[in-house]
């Protein structure tokens, strides 16, 4: 049963509550949807259609469906995702979005409009009320109780569905055929998404009703065209343009052109004339936001050439100055007179340009359109350098653009020499600026490529320069900080490396630099999540995506880096559905930006498969790391951490498999490659062999695992802490060989260190817990407490049967251990009906 904890909404459909499990086994609110005593049966047949709809539904933008049934009266309920979140338009305003950001919003409702008419769905209720946003921008797409089915299945309530009735609509955003009463196709979704961006944009509706009479609301929404947005905001207050960031005269030059004619033709009054999917309106809306020509236009040779220029301002200078240097040096105009004034002013006028030409290929300029970024680099490198040997200043800050784009970019081969050489040139002239901008790339580089200890040498001594010559408070002394605390936090030295950052955090608020307190924030999450404070690490990387969002307009690395941080530390909470949701937003922005070959979509990729194995998908879970290791192999060849980290993971995958041989194996490299590029006590390298010595462990090589097992939880004792969570799995490891070495008292006080310290940094219905849980009350039917191991499994089974399908090893496992305990305290009868059960 639920405990209702309160009223969220009421509508045709029934009443929605906030609710909660009762028996308190699962710590979890959710949305308990039911239909009143007195409800009507046509009432009832839409709501047991919208469990059918829901049930056919997993989307990171859709409201999840948990459970649905009939209760004890015959009323239907279900049970979904609770989302913690305000209304689409009230989120907008309140974040203060820009037009981008709002366009980009609306990406993640056609997103989930699209997957739901792939289902064959049609929401027809698309309205902010139904439109959710957490406060880490994830939207979620609710209340699909007036939906349509395309296909209706057989003995489905058709008739109730598709029934025109003015109170299963809202006029405001109703499509003129369904204000009419005619049949409705997945253009009405198209339409409704229309009205919401007009909305969002704009700060008004395309239409205003004087009467709430259907015979004027059809007349209004069948008869009257809306104002171009540009045209509706001309004479709007100042409030509205203030929300988006802009004033009056120049929110409506950003909504003129391209907004304008996709706006209009999703709101075209024939079907026919809208868009032809949902899919073809978020296309456009990607064209708009990486400007290029958009389909609702018609594509002239003008507008063609002016998005071309808009889209490639820094290539296109760049061609100019090209063929402008090499004229000039076949005229002999570098040696005329007043020579060294014109060199001065040609150093100035190469280096503003060249800058635009080598930043188009960082993936916060390109945007991942630009498929030609790395020929961009390596013409530059090729034609550009070889004539600035006379300018050692320009071309040192040259070689550090160069190098630390092809970093960004994951070429760290081609990065190498271009930051050696920017470095060495450095330290050979009078200019401290140079040094520390030479620095900073080399630890950039370091880092990307695993060199821990190279890297924050030059951290460490770009810090060190910093304060010398800058002591003062600016971003750039607080970004010296956190990016020395990068390196400390990867090699366990937790308490110097968060002292750094709270530091450049407190900095960067002083300064109000947005972009740069997002970056903290971001960095404060990761070390958080690392040394197991995942509460604070969600509390940290919120603040990240806050401030990201305040700071850009659009897709941004930076912001992508923050939700995929949120994203890894709300899946270690177990928190696994706003997860999902978080690192699929991170994912899609990351492809928009990035190239498919870049470390950084492999470690989404990575970390979303662990999260998969942690749910007990593990099919899903093999193939994403699957698709992590060949992507890592790829760019760092084959003995990376990075490639060790997959590794590590698809290993996981065989030891649920049972598949220990293989397991074995994969381990071993794994802990090979972790040794030969990490120190002995980094917490990657303690990972690797407790590992090792769990798949031991299941292979009967008992007495070797039990010699692993120790060593890692003194080694995590030392390095990581009591109340780490990989201390408590540490702990539980080392219970679990020694019930197998016959030793069930030692193994029982091991298991309740473990329980111990996941309770203290863990959601009550994380699986790390049910499984130390579960391996507790092993060890006390050893010690002949049946009783006692019956109580424990009470809390354990639970979350298994809420997490993992009937047929997941644990599940079973923990079934079949309740069957055991049951006939050991003299249940028989109840033992036998539960392992039937089980089998």
């Known amino acids: 049963g639920y405990e209702i904890l309160g009223r969220l909404g009421q509508g045709g459909m029934g009443t929605v509550y906030l609710a909660r499990r009762s028996d308190d086994e699962l710590d979890r609110n959710v949305a308990l949807k039911v239909v009143g005593r007195t409800g009507e049966e046509p009432a009832r047949a839409r709501f047991r259609a919208e469990q059918r709809i829901l049930s056919r539904l997993e ?63 049609v929401h027809r209720d698309v309205k902010p009320s139904n439109i959710l946003v957490t406060d880490e921008g994830v939207l979620k797409l ?99 343009a203030e929300a988006r960031r802009s004033v009056p005269s120049r929110l409506a030059r950003a909504l003129s052109g391209d907004l304008d004619w996709i706006l209009l033709k999703a709101l075209r009054k024939e079907p026919e004339a809208r868009y032809g999917s949902v899919q073809a309106l978020s296309e456009d809306l990607d064209r708009y936001l990486r400007g290029e020509p958009v389909l609702a236009r018609r594509p002239t040779l003008w507008y063609l050439g002016r998005r071309f220029v808009t889209r490639n301002r820094g290539p296109v200078a760049a061609v100019g100055l090209i063929v402008v240097s090499l004229a000039a040096g076949l005229a002999g105009t570098w040696w005329q007179a007043n020579r060294a004034t014109r060199e001065a002013e040609q150093s100035r006028r190469v280096k503003e340009m060249l800058v635009g030409l080598f930043e188009a290929a960082d993936p916060d300029v390109a945007r991942g359109r630009d498929l030609t970024a790395l020929e961009l680099l390596d013409q530059g490198q090729r034609v550009l350098l070889a004539g600035l040997q006379d300018e050692p200043a320009v071309r040192t800050e040259l070689l550090n653009i160069l190098g630390g784009v092809y970093t960004k970019l994951g070429e760290y081969d081609e990065a190498e020499p271009l930051v050696d050489s920017a470095l060495a040139a450095a330290e050979t002239l009078d200019d401290d600026e140079l040094l520390l901008s030479s620095l900073a790339a080399m630890a950039d580089l370091r880092y990307g490529q695993g060199r821990y200890e190279d890297g924050e040498a030059a951290a460490r001594r770009r810090l060190e320069l910093q304060r010398a010559s800058d002591p003062g408070p600016s971003t750039a002394l607080a970004a010296a900080m956190t990016d020395l605390a990068t390196f400390l936090s990867s090699t366990g030295r937790y308490d110097e490396a968060e002292g750094l950052i709270l530091e450049a955090l407190e900095m960067d608020r002083a300064l109000d630099a947005a972009e740069k307190e997002g970056q903290d924030w971001n960095s404060l999450s990761i070390l958080r999540a690392r040394t197991g404070n995942y509460d604070g690490a969600i509390e940290a990387g919120r603040a ?132 030969l590029n990490l120190p002995a006590d980094h917490p990657n390298v303690l990972t690797g062999t407790n590992n090792l010595a769990a798949v ?106 809420q997490r993992y399908e009937a047929d997941h090893p644990s599940a079973a496992g923990c079934r079949s251990a309740i069957g055991v305990a049951m006939a050991d305290a003299g249940r028989s009868g109840e033992a036998l009906e539960v392992l039937r059960e089980t089998v």
């Open 544 to 675: 990240a995506v806050r401030a990201h969002r305040r700071h850009t307009a659009s897709d941004d690395t930076g912001l992508a880096t923050a939700l995929a941080s949120l994203a890894w530390a709300l899946d270690l909470k177990g928190e696994f559905s706003t997860a999902d949701s978080v690192y699929h937003e991170a994912l899609a922005m990351r492809r928009r930006i990035l190239s498919e070959d870049h470390p950084h979509i492999a470690i989404l990729l990575n970390n979303m498969g662990s999260m998969r194995q942690k749910e007990g998908r593990l099919e899903e879970a093999r193939g994403l790391h699957e698709e992590a290791l060949a992507l890592r192999r790829r760019i760092f060849g084959n003995d990376h951490e990075q490639v060790a980290g997959s590794l590590n993971n698809l290993a996981i995958v065989d030891y649920y498999e049972q598949n220990y041989d293989g397991a074995a194996a994969a381990f071993r490299e794994a802990l090979r490659i972790f040794r």
């Open 142 to 240: 609710l209340d699909f109780g007036v939906a349509k089915l395309l296909t209706p299945e057989p003995g489905a309530a058709g008739a109730a569905l598709t029934r025109p009735g003015a109170a299963l609509l809202t006029p405001e955003y109703a499509s003129p055929e369904q204000i009419r009463g005619e049949p409705v196709t997945t253009a009405a979704d198209v339409y409704a998404a229309g009205v919401l961006l007009y909305e969002l944009l704009t700060g008004v509706r395309p239409y205003e009703f004087t009467s709430r009479s259907p015979v004027h609301i059809e007349e209004v929404v069948s008869g009257t065209q809306p104002k171009r947005p540009s045209a509706a905001v001309t004479g709007a207050g100042a409030s509205a």
């Open 696 to 801: 031991l462990r299941a292979q009967g090589n008992l007495d070797e695992a039990e010699t692993l097992f120790r060593t890692t939880l003194e080694d995590r004792l030392r390095v990581l802490g009591p109340d780490h969570h990989d201390t408590g799995g540490a702990h539980n490891n080392l219970g679990g060989v020694l019930r197998l070495q016959g030793r069930p008292a030692e193994a029982a006080a091991a298991h309740r260190n473990a329980i111990a310290v996941f309770e203290a940094v863990l959601t009550p219905d994380h699986p790390d817990l049910a499984d130390a849980r579960l391996s507790l009350a092993k060890a006390m039917l050893d010690l002949g407490q049946p009783n006692e191991a019956l109580s424990i499994l009470e809390q354990a089974c639970p979350v298994y049967d």
């Open 59 to 121: 989307h990171p933008n859709v409201a999840r469906l948990y459970e649905a049934g009939i209760d004890d009266r015959g009323v239907p309920f279900f049970v979904m995702e609770y989302v913690d979140g305000v209304p689409i338009d009230q989120f907008a305003d309140r974040e203060g979005l820009t037009i981008e950001q709002r366009v980009g919003l609306i990406r993640q409702l056609t997103d989930a409009l699209a997957y739901a008419h792939r289902n064959l769905i």
